[in-house]
């Protein structure tokens, strides 16, 4: 029987293998390099600073990616309405005024960059206006069978025009930290003698928030479907495990419903960012967008102009809600007990380890050692410390409570 | 005089010698006469003495001490300086003679009657006696008359016949043959035979179907008669076939051909236990693959799709097993694989690149025979049955995997819900029906099932059958009627958590009838002229909501239908003997048929959504659009030598059916699509030129070929295409000009312990995907390499036997990275990290190179035995090295990632237990 196992050890591990193949991570080298401007510009049915973000393709040895400042950036209409951007930031332009896409006007984008070379977009249309009919959370199980919370989206346009949705999520959830106490481990003294004092905090360091972005490209096409609807669409999925449902969490789900060609094109990016599996890839490559050089017919531009209609909706729910009775989500850090060594010893003039510690914010003071004075380890120190995220939430998340919050 | 004979005769011993019994004998004499060893010997060992008791030297006394000893050492320190000789008989009996008085004994006609019956040994002293003849397996020694001083012959007549030892009955056809001195002679119906051998030593070989290989060497003085008496030898079968096209690279007038067959290949390291004809394939020049675990062949710069791979006369769409890691062909039960990748035969069309013709063994039509493999992914049971004797056999192979019930059994969530394995099934029924017509009809089944997540699960499957029936009209005419039918299908369940699950299936099927005629009009013309019709059935695809919560609308991609029809002829024209042309011509003619509706596009504008104008349907068998021309297949060989010949060729070639797939490489979810109003058939065409020289009475053969090959309407996508259940393919595809050319070596031994070959091919495949429309441009409208672009090819395999039982092989891989497209840098878009890629296939992987090792051991040699056995242990990819398949970028939280992926990073052992019964 046990050769057996071993047996069905040795094929289950040649199949995994086969299976999975071999990928391993490696480091990346830019052989050649093109600095390409990258345009980001959706410009929404929204009443607001319309945004436009330019900036350059940059070596993978680079940090990020290079502004493109000193443009001159501006849409037009067929309406001869045209709207001039500001540079606020480098790379980063906002509209001079409050501006919103109107059904029926046709939309091009025009850049001059700073040395000299003109980009022109295809001209564009809004698309269908369709709002978002539904946005819940369900307790279910993701394709590996591992527990968590489903955020799903419905949505509905009986004309029949949008076809072809992005969505975007903004998720924010509370933060408690788990060994929170009153006191705080005050300095008083830098030098010998060193001393302290245990004093009542003074800002908010027991409940945060912290707010992400989604990043991934999420997008559902109903093309295929007989009625243009969008049913229990799952456009996040959090595992029980991930400490960001620990309390109260929420998440505001953006519907953008996208032109074809917008669509393919984030299609096609995503579809090459993703690896499928080690057996079947896709063609790499450049895809053009709807904007050129009228300089250079040759020239590679990357990004897209999209005019597109937003309508978004939020939700909340807590932990308890779907999980209760159950055990809370690990946090997001380890939080094990420490007891640094408090006093020194006589012509020491550094820092005794718990006050060094204090003060380069690595650990709080949680409460006293119940085996002081440890005869077996002398440098055992009087208090426990946690590391800092469990004493102190504004490490991970802000005190404000945001304005939305409920 | 008497001293040369003398000479030759201590040579014949050592020959003699070589089939002593293994029996070791302990002995010990100390002055001992002759007759007391003999008696002594006798006593401790199963030897048995004949000989005359007055020849031995009474005074001669005798010491020595033997341990384990061979009979024959005993024997030569023994009667070494005596007039006495020994011959060690296959039964164990030992037969002296006196030298001088066999010697004066022979007489000019001791061959020249027939000796049926034993010689009484008890009297007579014998050397030779027909049971001997027949039983040597190692080189016997025949003396024919005596050196006469008057002799001034250079060369005599020896004459006989051949019979059959088990069943006394002559045997026709029989080549008798000296290699060294190319002298070949063919026995009569009635076995009979007569050669010109010159005086003194030949080696004379005998060769025929299902008879054993024999080597016996004559010395002759005059003209003389000897019989043969020769045992069958089944097994030996395929030996025997190869001889016999041995020098078939130089003679033919076609070029880039290619014959790989089972018994070569048995010995070659095997991936996982599995013998892989097809794997052999891809270490002759010209032939390659994009990477380990891809589907498809690349031959000669030619896309995947291009080839026409026939098993038993069907074509099969998907030749492979689980991501083209195994070959879906029955080790067991595949015979011949022909590769015709330079000249294509006039009778083969509608691929562009080349013809795998593989052939299925027919069945022992004389006694039940089984074979079998117990490897650790699949296992494998061949049998072979007589229906009615020396008439009809069917012959059935079966493979299976047994990983699944593992998986499932498995704690591992993961890992129980994976799920990979596959099985094939091949069954051929073969019936001599008379002297002038034979029937075959074989059938094949191949499945495949896979998923890769949980919740997805994907199955192909392969089916064909066949029937060919030959017809001799008369010997100069003969025919065969061809009927294959092939199906091949895959399909995708998705069972995910949302209301979207489907069905999702793709099936094409495709039915030849074949008529070819062979008529040979003298020795100069032989015409090879036919008629075939081929009718496709594509299914692109249908996808059905699964579930009734499904919302998933039901779509149907229309059935497409063609003809793909041709007539052909083709003289094998033999002007002289140094000059031989193959001219061939063959016509094509391709009808899309109704029921259809086409799509059209706006002219001179990129065909897309926004261009189409217009759509036409057509009603049922309606054509179309029709395309085809005719296509020239010329070949020419001029014969310097016998042994030495150039060649030359041109082809050209339609092709009507293509592959849709946007992977890098093959894989089995790739569609086909048929030529229709929109997309235009490929062609090409080919020049080739090579030199050929066979040494050593063929043992060593090279080959030099180089190619140069053009091809239009070569399918390509565009970036990230959607290909599957699209209504419009045409809007996603590109069709441009391919180019392709190389050199190929190719060095073989062909014979010997040591045996194998050397590969070696340079070689370019370039695409050019130019247009009027931006977005149809690839790379500026230049030349590009190919996807399986690979420069430098290296393959070695070598076999080396050691002993009967113990043989080793090993083989190396060396070929240039593969192209890549390669990102050249980075570029954020709403907070993701993306990569910017370069132009198409600027880059290249890194090299690849493989080294792999096998042994053979071959079970005992016991006759009575259940079954014959052997074991396989292979290490696949000995150094380890990690040769990356493909390198790719995955944009993770916002960043950008790189992996390379490897199918086979490690050794993979593997042992493999094969039997026969």
């Known amino acids: ?406 | 005089m008497r001293k040369l004979l003398l000479i030759l005769f201590f040579l014949s011993f050592h020959v003699l010698n070589a089939q002593d019994s293994n029996e070791k004998i302990s002995i010990s004499f100390t002055n001992s006469k002759t007759i007391d060893v003999i008696q002594k010997t006798e006593a401790v060992s199963t030897y048995r003495f004949y000989f005359v008791a007055s020849w031995l030297d009474t005074d001669k006394v005798f010491s020595g001490t033997y341990v384990d000893a061979p009979i024959n050492r005993i024997l030569s320190d023994l009667f070494g300086d005596t007039v006495i000789n020994y011959y060690i008989a296959a039964d164990n009996r030992i037969v002296l003679s006196q030298n001088s008085i066999i010697y004066d004994a022979l007489p000019i006609d001791f061959f020249g009657e027939e000796k049926k019956d034993i010689v009484d040994e008890e009297t007579k002293p014998v050397l030779y006696n027909s049971d001997v003849t027949r039983k040597t397996s190692g080189v016997e020694t025949i003396r024919i008359g005596k050196e006469s001083k008057n002799s001034k012959e250079k060369k005599y007549t020896l004459t006989g016949k051949v019979k059959n030892v088990v069943t006394n009955e002559p045997i026709p056809n029989l080549v008798l043959t000296i290699p060294d001195k190319n002298i070949n002679e063919v026995t009569d119906i009635d076995g009979n035979y007569s050669i010109d051998l010159p005086v003194g030593v030949n080696n004379i070989e005998f060769k025929s179907l299902g008879i054993e290989n024999l080597k016996k060497r004559i010395i002759i003085y005059s003209d003389g008669t000897y019989n043969f008496e020769l045992a069958e030898n089944l097994e030996l079968l395929d030996e025997v076939i190869i001889d016999a096209d041995k020098d078939k690279n130089v003679k033919e007038a076609a070029t880039g051909i290619t014959q790989i067959q089972i018994k070569d290949i048995k010995t070659i390291p095997l991936v996982l236990g599995e013998r892989d004809i097809l794997k052999v394939a891809t270490t002759l020049p010209g032939i390659s693959t994009a990477g380990e675990g891809s589907t498809g062949f690349n031959v000669r710069g030619g896309k995947t799709d291009q080839n026409l791979m026939l098993l038993d006369n069907a074509v099969i769409y998907n030749p492979t097993h689980f991501f083209g890691i195994f070959s879906a062909l029955n080790p067991y039960t595949t015979g011949d694989l022909d590769i015709y990748k330079g000249s294509i035969p006039a009778q083969y069309g509608g691929r562009l690149s080349s013809v795998f013709n593989i052939s299925t063994k027919s069945g022992n039509k004389k006694s039940f025979k089984g074979e079998g493999a117990i490897g650790p992914v699949t296992s494998n049971l061949t049998l072979d049955i007589p229906i009615v004797k020396d008439k009809s056999s069917l012959i059935m192979g079966g493979r299976a995997t047994y990983s699944d019930w593992i998986l499932k059994a498995l704690d591992d969530e993961n890992l129980q819900n994976s799920q990979a394995s596959f099985y094939d099934a091949i069954i051929k029924y073969d019936h001599q029906i008379n002297e002038n017509n034979h029937l075959e009809t074989s059938g094949y089944y191949s499945k495949d099932v896979f998923s890769v997540s949980s919740d997805s699960l994907y199955d192909y499957s392969n089916m064909l059958m066949s029937i060919k029936w030959d017809h001799d009209f008369n010997e100069k005419h003969k025919s065969s009627l061809i009927f294959a039918h092939t199906r091949y299908d895959f399909n995708i369940k998705y069972d995910g958590v949302s209301n979207t699950d489907f069905d999702l299936g793709y099936k094409i099927q495709e039915t030849e009838i074949k008529f070819r005629m062979k008529y040979t009009l003298n020795e100069k013309h032989d015409f090879d002229y036919g008629i075939s019709s081929k009718l496709y059935n594509n299914e692109p695809g249908n996808i059905q909501p699964k579930g009734s919560e499904s919302i998933v609308e039901p779509l149907n991609i229309p059935k497409e239908r063609a003809l793909e029809s041709a007539l052909f002829i083709s003289d094998n024209f033999n002007i002289s003997e140094k000059l031989l042309l193959d001219l061939g011509l063959r016509y094509s003619f391709y009808a899309f048929l109704g029921e259809t509706t086409q799509n059209i596009y706006a002219e001179g504008l990129p065909k897309s959504d926004g261009t189409l104008i217009n759509t036409k349907d057509y009603g049922k068998n309606e054509v179309a659009k029709t395309y085809g021309g005719p296509e020239i297949r010329a070949s020419a060989r001029y014969a310097f030598t016998p042994s030495f010949s150039f060649k030359a060729s041109y082809n050209h070639n339609y092709q009507f059916i293509h592959t849709l797939s946007n992977n890098t490489t093959a894989s089995p979810t790739d569609t086909w699509k048929l030529s229709d109003l929109n997309i235009k058939p490929q062609q090409a065409d080919q020049f080739s030129v090579g030199f050929y020289k066979n040494f050593d009475g063929n043992l060593y053969e090279l080959n030099v070929e180089g190619y140069y090959k053009i091809s239009n309407n070569i399918l390509d996508y565009k970036v990230g295409a959607e290909l599957l259940l699209n209504q419009s393919i045409e809007t996603e595809v590109l069709q441009g000009d391919g180019k392709a050319y190389g050199i190929e070596f190719l060095i073989k031994k062909t014979k010997g312990r040591l045996n194998g070959w050397l590969g070696y091919t340079y070689s370019r495949s370039l695409l050019k995907l130019d247009s009027e429309f931006n977005e149809e441009i690839v790379n500026n409208g230049d030349y590009f390499p190919s996807n399986y672009d690979k420069p430098h090819d290296l393959s070695i395999v070598a076999n080396y036997k050691l002993t009967k039982r113990y043989s080793f092989s090993a083989n190396f891989i060396y070929q240039t990275g593969r192209p890549v497209t390669y990102p050249i840098g980075n570029y954020v878009l709403n907070g993701s990290e993306y990569v910017f890629y370069s132009n198409r296939n600027e880059f290249r992987i890194p090299d690849y190179y493989r080294l792999d090792i096998g042994v053979n051991i071959e079970g005992n040699h016991k006759i009575k035995k259940l079954a014959h056995s052997f074991w396989n242990i292979s290490i696949y990819n000995v150094l380890g090295r990690n040769n990356p398949y493909s390198v790719f970028f995955v944009t993770e939280n916002g960043e950008i990632k790189a992996y390379q992926s490897s199918i086979f990073s490690v050794p993979i052992p593997t042992i493999t237990y094969n039997f026969k019964f």
Request: glycine share 4%; net charge negative.
């Open chain 1, 1 to 406: 029987m046990k050769k057996i196992k071993t047996y069905a050890i040795f094929l289950v591990t040649i199949l995994v293998f086969i299976m999975n193949g071999c990928v391993e991570e490696i480091d990346l080298e830019t052989l050649t390099f093109e600095r390409v401007l990258v345009v980001e510009a959706v410009i929404t049915n929204e009443l607001k600073y319309q945004e436009i973000s330019l900036s350059r393709t940059f070596k993978f040895e680079d940090g990020g990616a290079a502004p493109e400042a000193n443009a001159n950036v501006i849409i037009v209409d067929n309406f001869q309405n045209s709207y001039n951007f500001t540079e606020i930031l480098p790379g980063k332009y906002v509209s001079s005024e409050e501006f919103q896409a109107q059904p029926n006007a046709e939309y091009q984008l025009i850049i001059n960059t700073n040395d000299g070379k003109t980009y022109n977009s295809k001209t564009t249309q809004l698309t269908q206006v369709t709002p978002l009919t539904d946005v819940y959370a369900e307790r279910t199980t993701d394709s590996f069978n591992n527990d968590g919370m489903a955020v799903y989206v419905d949505s509905y346009d009986p004309t029949g025009n949008s076809k072809y949705y992005r969505y975007e999520y903004e998720e924010t959830y509370k933060i408690v930290a788990p060994y929170w106490v009153l006191n705080d481990f005050v300095i008083l003294s830098y030098s010998p003698p060193f001393r302290y004092t245990l004093k009542p905090k003074t800002s908010e360091q027991l409940t945060c928030y912290n707010t992400s972005f989604s990043k991934e490209i999420i997008q559902k096409e109903t093309n295929d479907l007989a009625e243009d609807r969008v049913t229990k669409f799952r456009v996040r999925f959090i595992p029980q495990t991930n400490p960001i449902i620990s309390h109260r969490y929420s998440i505001l789900v953006k519907q953008y419903v996208q032109s074809i060609d917008a669509f393919t094109y984030y299609k096609t990016l995503n579809k090459l960012s993703l690896s499928d599996n080690v057996f079947s890839q896709n063609q790499p490559g450049f895809f053009a967008s709807n904007i050129s050089s009228v300089t250079d017919s040759n020239e590679k531009v990357l990004g897209f102009f999209e005019v597109s209609s937003v309508n978004s909706k939020r939700i909340f729910f807590n932990y308890y809600d779907f999980y209760e009775g159950e055990p809370l989500p690990p946090y997001f850090v380890e939080c094990t007990f420490g007891a640094p060594f408090l006093g020194s010893f006589p012509g020491d003039t550094f820092l005794p380890p718990m006050y060094q510690l204090i003060d380069e914010g690595k650990v709080k003071y949680y409460r006293p050692n119940p085996n002081y004075p440890n005869p077996q380890n002398e440098v055992e120190g009087k208090y426990l410390v946690v590391p800092i995220e469990c004493g102190d939430c504004t490490k991970l998340g802000t005190n404000i409570k945001p304005d939305f919050w409920e």
